[in-house]
């Protein structure tokens, strides 16, 4: 069919190696007068600013639906606002239990639990320093390491219990 329009002239053949190319005879059209190029050509320019001008609105209203999207609506923010109340009024409730149910000690009870905390903290040191004292003896005379003793022995010490004495020693007063 291709080559028969070719050779009628309604189409031109243009062969290229092993390809054919067919595209209508330009001759066969009427041909466009300047003054109807230029109307065409003002058309396509006229659509061309309008196409560009409702992608930049297409933008703008995208970008404000985005930020929209990403609010949040009535509902959710009367939610939040009430449970934030609900929360206040719970800690409120909660802090005047406190207040009310406070106790205060006397400046003599303060001071006698000092001092027993100070004892305390005194016996631990003591036992402490025995303790790593026999250990080291041990070790002296036995070939295993402090950490097979310790566990050999069921010993715990203040490290392996997350207790430090630093620690308990910084809350008595000087």
């Excluded at 905390?117 to 041990?138: C, E, I, N």
Aim: proline share 1%.
């Amino acid at each position: 069919v291709l080559e028969a329009l070719s050779k009628e002239g309604d189409i031109i053949c243009q062969e290229f190696g092993k390809t054919k190319l067919y595209y209508p005879n330009q001759d066969n059209f009427e041909t466009v007068s300047a003054e109807k190029m230029k109307e065409i050509d003002e058309k396509i320019n006229k659509l061309k600013k309008d196409h560009a001008e409702l992608q930049t609105s297409i933008k703008s209203v995208a970008a404000d639906i985005g930020s929209l999207d990403a609010s949040l609506t009535d509902e959710e923010l009367e939610q939040g606002l009430e449970n934030a109340a609900k929360q206040l009024e719970e800690k409120r409730v909660y802090l005047k239990q406190l207040k009310e149910n406070q106790t205060c000690f006397s400046k003599d009870k303060l001071n006698q639990m000092d001092r027993e905390l100070r004892d305390v903290m005194g016996h631990w040191k003591k036992k402490r320093r025995s303790v790593t004292d026999m250990v080291g003896v041990f070790l002296e005379n036995c070939s295993m390491k402090k950490k097979a003793l310790q566990d050999k022995i069921g010993l715990e010490l203040d490290e392996s219990a997350e207790t430090m004495l630093s620690e308990i020693s910084q809350m008595v007063p000087k």
